[in-house]
């Protein structure tokens, strides 16, 4: 029926995006006879599935963290005789403040290599316009890759080989798209 719908067109398919579903793959490469490309979304969201709830945990514990100290903080402002207790409750808070500083910033660092990686796949440059080939944008993808896995490690995130894995095998499909462009 496809055939029958592309002839009509006078069209043929070079390729397929999926998200590497087995039924996809074997369209495109049986059925079409074309080639079956990763879909870019998935890959991403495969990174995304891996770090960002983990990452968001311990954002949120410690602002938890934190409002915990500055209410036990304001309990003791308010009683005589409680200046040594009010001096380390200070301290404490400035110590979970602190914690809510490195994970703020370590969720904007995060944020910052999903935007390169996203950049990173396109057939010109973003900072200058230049041309990519597909090793080039192969490298850089490789490259944002590995500083994702990097941070997660830093950050002693949980491990997630097996998804990094399954998104380090789609990128050579992935640059090979600049090509086709």
């Given amino acids: 029926l496809v055939d029958e719908r592309l002839k009509g067109l006078g ?9 590497r579903a087995k039924a996809l793959i074997q369209l495109a490469e049986q059925g079409l006879g074309c080639l079956s490309m990763p879909d870019f979304f998935h890959v991403v969201h495969e990174i995304i599935k891996s770090y960002s709830l983990a990452l968001g945990r311990h954002l ?3 602002h938890q963290e934190r409002t915990t100290a500055l209410e036990a903080l304001a309990r003791l402002q308010g009683r005589p005789h409680a200046a040594q207790d009010a001096s380390e409750a200070q301290a ?9 500083t490195r994970w703020e910033e370590a969720h904007h660092t995060y944020r910052h290599l999903l935007e390169t990686l996203s950049l990173t796949l396109h057939p010109f440059r973003m900072a200058d316009s230049a041309p990519q080939t597909s090793a080039q944008v192969e490298s850089h993808l490789q490259a944002a890759v590995e500083a994702i896995d990097v ?12 998804a990094m894995t399954k ?3 789609q990128i050579p499909a992935l640059a090979a798209l600049v090509d086709f462009w």
Wanted: net charge positive; hydrophobic share 45%; with cysteine.
């Fill in 167 to 169: 998104v380090r095998k």
């Fill in 60 to 62: 949120r514990y410690a």
């Fill in 11 to 19: 069209t043929g398919v070079l390729y397929l995006v999926s998200d």
């Fill in 92 to 100: 404490l808070v400035a110590a979970r403040q602190a914690e809510v």
């Fill in 151 to 162: 941070f997660a490690q830093c950050h002693q995130l949980p491990a997630r080989h097996d």
